[in-house]
């Protein structure tokens, strides 16, 4: 088994070696005593301690702890210290119960330990190393670094983290996804309320703004006092306004040359008046309506071109129902030529609107002004309705045409 980093939680065994308690005495070299018994204890950084083993016989100078129980801690950093008992003989004053002592303490980084192995399959600390653990985890031993005689002969490569697509993972993204999506909602809505009460609520306006509008609205109100005050003298003294001679004098030159204008302008109009009209009679002269039996009589050469006459529908004539089908159609001509007459031309208004939809043309849109094949005794009611409206147009023309003859 290979751990990408080693926790507190994977350690199985602890072993200590060259178990030993070292006193100073006055020569240069340091006293090794045995130590009969020992025990450890594991702290974090910060002094609690998180576990205590059972004491055992350290006289071997090698003792492993093997019935660790299973820690239930992530962490890499931890206090490791050892105690032993100190030996009747280097007490000062005898002691029926036993007297610990640290024999020494570790503070170690378990990701950070160096494994340790040898050919022979045992480890050797230095020579002037004492007590020196070694920690048993899944994928080997590893003691403190720099303790050690013999470092591992091959290295262990770190496997690269390779990201895969899981069905967990893509579950948990569409949960993100939607918990976005719900916020984005929210926000849109209250973003959209904000905006009503900022809409619906008056914005705040500023001194000074309120000021130069009460000012302006007290000095319109002063100028107009004052113009009632002249109105009110003006009319109580009656007085009369006379024009001197050269601005009377004025005054007529510039009424003359305006007219003059005028003239000129209304000639113009009536002169292209005439053009169209001419231009229109030359467009229906093959539909018959110029004809001895149309009903338009058109002007001579000699004469303007207000002079043409439009001619009343007859109701007799029209009801007769021979050649049905060329009476249809030559109403149909002569209400567009009314039409275009009125409306594009003379730019007069009728009483009764006109629609051309040529052997079938109605009067008001209801109205028709063709005779059916099989007439009802209601359409016969209405065509003779519909003579009756367009006759009332035709007046209206031809009251034009000789108010401007």
């Known amino acids: 088994m290979y751990l990408l980093k080693r926790r507190l939680r ?3 065994a602890i072993s200590i070696l060259r178990v030993s308690l070292t006193n100073t005495g006055g ?3 340091d006293m090794v005593h045995t130590v009969s018994s020992l025990f450890l204890a594991i702290e974090d950084l910060k002094g609690r301690c998180l576990y205590v083993s059972e004491a055992q016989n350290g006289s071997h100078g090698s003792v492993q702890f093997e019935e660790m129980p299973s820690l239930p801690y992530t962490m890499t950093k931890i206090r490791l210290k050892v105690l032993g008992q100190v030996p009747q003989g280097l007490l000062e004053i005898s ?3 036993p007297v610990w002592t640290v024999l020494v303490s570790y503070t170690l980084d378990l990701s ?3 494994p340790i192995a040898s050919n022979d399959g045992n480890v050797c600390p230095k020579n002037d190393n004492v007590n020196v653990p070694v920690f048993h985890f899944p994928d080997g031993l590893f003691g403190a670094p720099g303790v050690f005689e013999n470092a591992p002969k091959n290295s262990i490569e770190l496997i690269p983290h390779r990201k895969s697509f899981t069905f967990n993972g893509a579950l948990k993204l569409n949960k993100i996804l939607e918990y976005w999506t719900q916020i984005h909602v929210e926000l849109e809505d209250l973003s959209r309320e904000i905006d009503t009460i900022v809409d619906e609520n008056p914005k705040p306006l500023r001194k000074q703004v309120l000021l130069h509008a009460s000012e302006e609205l007290e000095l319109a109100i002063e100028l107009r006092r004052e113009k009632i005050k002249s109105l009110k003298r003006t009319n109580n003294s009656d007085s009369c306004y006379h024009c ?4 009377e004098q004025r005054i007529n030159e510039d009424y003359g040359a305006t007219l003059s204008e005028y003239t000129n302008a209304l000639h113009r109009m009536q002169h292209l008046e005439e053009r169209k009209i001419g231009q229109l009679l030359t467009a229906m002269k093959k539909t018959g309506l110029c004809d001895r039996n149309g009903f338009v009589v058109p002007n001579t050469k000699d ?13 007799s004539t029209a009801m007769d129902n021979t050649e ?14 009314v039409y275009i007459l009125a409306e594009r031309v003379f730019r007069l208004p009728l009483p009764h609107q006109l629609s051309f939809y040529g052997s079938t043309s109605v009067i008001d849109n209801t109205l028709p002004l063709y005779l059916a094949d099989s007439p009802t005794q209601k359409h016969v009611s209405d065509f003779k309705t519909a003579l009756e409206r367009f006759n009332l147009n035709i007046m ?3 009251q034009f045409l000789e108010r401007h003859r």
């Open 10 to 12: 994977h350690l199985n």
């Open 112 to 114: 950070r330990l160096c």
């Open 396 to 398: 209206q023309v031809n």
């Open 95 to 97: 002691s029926d119960s």
């Open 244 to 247: 001197n001679p050269s601005t």
């Open 324 to 337: 049905r089908i060329s009476k249809n159609s030559l109403l149909g001509y002569y209400l567009l030529f």
């Open 303 to 315: 004469q303007s071109a207000y002079e043409i006459q439009l001619q009343r529908v007859s109701t």
């Open 27 to 29: 020569g240069d070299q």
